[in-house]
């Protein structure tokens, strides 16, 4: 059984990393803070397995242990979430709008590691795929822009795709005059092979537009 001084300093102990995600948060809303806190802290739980989220939970002070554990359903884990998703809940959950997800997780993410033991946050999200865990640490999942060898590399390909569409458009083209000439002028062969043509000449454009 808890002494009073045992819950006095459960609550001290709480009060300081509430106080700490509340700076990250740029928020003097308490409310607001014990939301996003408790948002975050159970799409961390559900993710992870039983296993790595008892390990992580026994990282947390006695007070947010029981918000991280509320509700949970362990037989669910861990839940697998597309990008799109895991930023809905957790935008749902902690009342805020979705645009903001990604910036308040990972706020809440940089002001918790300043009090988890060292390397145990890491582990934590070593378990998550890795668009979800940029989320949690660079506030969103973000496509990486090619280096200039790379930007080079991927208009080679780009054009060489090009040249092939061009190539099975003019063979198609030929092919449908050919036939009409071999069994006679036919319009319908000869508007196939154009149509045909047309379409690869299409995706030929398309695929060049920026």
Not at 45 to 55: Q, T
């Given at each position: 059984m808890s002494t009073p001084d045992a819950f006095?300093?459960?609550?001290?102990?709480?009060?300081?990393?509430?106080?700490?995600?509340?700076?990250?948060?740029?928020?003097?809303?308490?409310?607001?803070?014990q939301r996003v806190l408790r948002a975050w802290l159970?799409?961390?739980?559900?993710?992870?397995?039983?296993?790595?989220?008892?390990?992580?939970?026994a990282q947390l002070p006695e007070l947010l242990r029981g918000i991280y554990y509320s509700g949970w359903e362990p037989h669910r884990a861990p839940i697998t979430y597309r990008a799109d998703q895991f930023v809905h809940r957790f935008a749902a959950e902690a009342g805020i709008p979705v645009a903001q997800a990604g910036t308040t997780a990972a706020a809440v993410t940089s002001?918790?590691?300043?009090?988890?033991?060292?390397?145990?946050?890491?582990?934590?999200?070593?378990?998550?795929?890795?668009?979800?865990?940029?989320?949690?640490?660079?506030?969103?999942?973000?496509?990486?822009?090619?280096?200039a060898a790379e930007g080079l590399e991927h208009r080679v390909l780009r054009l060489?795709?090009?040249?092939?569409?061009l190539t099975e458009a003019l063979r198609a083209l030929a092919h449908g005059l050919d036939n009409a000439q071999l069994t006679?002028?036919?319009?319908?062969?000869?508007?196939r092979a154009a149509r045909l043509a047309d379409d690869l000449l299409a995706t030929t454009h398309a695929g060049a537009s920026p």
């Open positions: 006095s300093h459960a609550v001290h102990t709480a009060n300081i990393w509430l106080a700490d995600v509340s700076k990250a948060l740029d928020s003097e809303d308490r409310h607001h803070t159970h799409i961390m739980r559900d993710r992870l397995s039983v296993e790595a989220a008892a390990k992580f939970a002001a918790l590691g300043k009090h988890l033991s060292g390397g145990q946050l890491s582990e934590a999200l070593a378990e998550f795929p890795a668009d979800l865990r940029a989320i949690l640490t660079d506030g969103y999942a973000a496509t990486p822009q090619p280096t060489e795709d090009h040249v092939g569409n006679g002028f036919d319009p319908t062969h000869a508007a």
